[in-house]
Nanobody, 122 residues
Framework: QVQLVESGGGLVQAGGSLRLSCAAS????????VAWFRQAPGKERELVAT???????NYPDSMKGRFTIARDNAKNTVSLQMNSLKPEDTARYYC????????????????WGQGTQVTVSS
């Protein structure tokens, strides 16, 4: 059974930092692209970052500069370092995994975690 478990969310003041983690089990982790998405209440889900099995990263233009995704294939984990957080970053953050090929389309990801809440106060 595949599981993706996010952790590291919480309440932080604007300008602060958080590091999210996604722990994967039940899959050949090194064969999967992993992405972080987020969704705020009343808003559409949006992509934050992707990382391929080999470690190549991609960020939508709106996410470049403050977010850094990384992975450790030996530990089956992916992290998302978030700096200079803003109130508009408040959302539930999800990690998702897709076999082999990267895409920005969330609907094409095979597995999803339950998410971790990030709240940024002003």
């Amino acid at each position: 059974q595949v599981q993706l478990v996010e952790s590291g969310g919480g309440l932080v003041q604007a300008g602060g930092s958080l590091r999210l983690s996604c722990a994967a089990s039940g899959l050949t982790f090194s064969s999967y692209v992993v992405a972080w998405f987020r969704q705020a209440p009343g808003k559409e889900r949006e992509l934050v970052a992707t990382i391929t099995a080999a470690g190549s990263t991609n960020y939508p233009d709106s996410m470049k500069g403050r977010f850094t995704i990384a992975r450790d294939n030996a530990k089956n984990t992916v992290s998302l370092q978030m700096n200079s957080l803003k109130p508009e970053d408040t959302a539930r953050y999800y990690c998702a995994a897709r076999f082999l090929s990267v895409t920005y389309q969330g609907k094409l990801y095979d597995y999803w975690g339950q998410g971790t809440q990030v709240t940024v106060s002003s």
